[in-house]
């Protein structure tokens, strides 16, 4: 038997740029996500119908990119390696297109403002998914060890964290507040700096981080239909994605609510709100690697998903004066679940490369993608819906300003989208990930075959390199 190559360690300077591609890559999700609802329906007045079209066509070109690109990246053989080319070359454009989303014209009708907002956000996100496939790819290739990868995690969610935060004060900032100026240039020319900042975080990441050889040249791509077939047949795989469909829905909707709930329900500052959310994640990120070396990546995430869905659903019915103590509650939960979701994508990667005898991130990266990105059109839709239901009415319907003595049924759809249904989602999450089947044994023996196989292809590029 091969010996067992070592658990790779990871240089500090590894952990702290992989984490600077997420805080580029954060900022410009978490600002798409919170403020696409409010600025289409609430600042430009594009009814939901319109919205829920869109957000129907992007779900549809969500499920040829994503498997499509994955594929793609798992077959690519360069002197950079699969992932760190498109990392590098593809974030000038996410800069550029994630800026365009936001140069809709003010005062057109409903067509340009669908058109606009459709070809934008698929734009956008073709770029948003090679990106982010990319540097998830990374995660599990570059060590074997738990920990390792934990503490990848950890440098991932704080400085994505610092993106999400910069995603939330920074639109908050510089766009058009109650009874003030109604025009959208400041917030749109923050957007071009957003943009720019960001695409140079990534490629920063990709001069710095350094892929492992042996995978991009000793490993012997799938045909597209074969990994399709090993990647759609693995039945971890199916319960992870059911877990995170459920998990996107959730974020999607939390995060594109929040300033609604600050606008129109507390009547505060979006930026209290989000001190509540951030301080005790931020506080947690920190804290979940201790648990999982107590319990395990499985249950570590069972109790965390526990936490944030009670703490969303609370959202719905306390008190006013209450909803800071519920967004403390969610935060916490929130903390575990950003660290260790991808560690467990990791362990049906390793299941897989037993199975394949290939490394092939980029294929399960690009089916999570396509399976759970519908989740956020979906959220997209259900927000709008719920508002137009329930009752609310939107600033464009009152000469730019906002609507304050709203009814109490649009109140109550308001915290239905930020808290009800995305905690229900994220405890009906919990009960899926019950039935993922890699723990104990099985991931003990996992582990093990795993390292013998890494030591193989380790002699193998040695004696290419010879």
Known sequence: MTALAPQKRLTFKTKLFYGLASLGSATVASIFAA?????????????????????????????????????????????????????????????????????????????????????????YDTCYTIIGLVHGALMPELSES???????????????????????????????????DTSLLSLQLSMVAVGIISAFLIILTSLKVKERREFALVDKPLKFWESLRYTLTSKPFWVFVSMNFLLTLMHSMATGSIFYLADYVTQTSTMMLLIYVFVPLGLGIPLANPIVIKFGLVKAQLMYLLVGGIGLISLAFVPTALIPISLVITGLGFSGQQ??????????????????????????????????????????????????????????MNAGQAFLDQPESALFGIRSIVGLIPGIAMLLSAVILFFFPIKGDRLARLKAKILEMHAEKEEQLSQIDR
């Open 339 to 396: 660290t260790i979701t991808y560690n467990i994508l990791a362990y049906v990667i390793d299941d897989d490369e037993v199975r394949t005898g290939n490394r092939r991130e980029g294929a399960f990266y690009g089916a999570n993608a396509l399976l759970t990105k519908p989740a956020q059109s979906v959220a997209l839709f259900l927000t709008a819906f719920v508002l137009e239901r329930s009752g609310f009415v939107t600033r464009a």
């Open 35 to 123: 403020l696409l609802p409010i600025f289409y329906q609430d600042y430009l007045g594009l009814s939901a119908r319109w919205i829920g079209i869109a957000s129907a066509i992007y779900a549809v070109w969500n499920a040829i990119n994503d498997p499509l690109f994955g594929f793609v990246t798992d077959s690519t053989r360069s002197k950079l390696g699969r992932r760190i080319p498109y990392l590098r070359f593809t974030a000038p454009f996410l800069g550029l297109t994630f800026i365009l989303v936001w140069l809709a014209p003010e005062g057109a009708g409903d067509i340009t403002l669908f058109w606009w907002m459709l070809v934008t956000m698929l734009l």
């Open 146 to 180: 738990d920990v390792e990868r934990n503490q990848l995690s950890i440098s991932s969610a704080l400085f994505g964290l610092l993106g999400y935060v910069f995603g939330f004060l920074l639109p908050d900032m510089f766009r058009p507040q109650t009874g003030g």
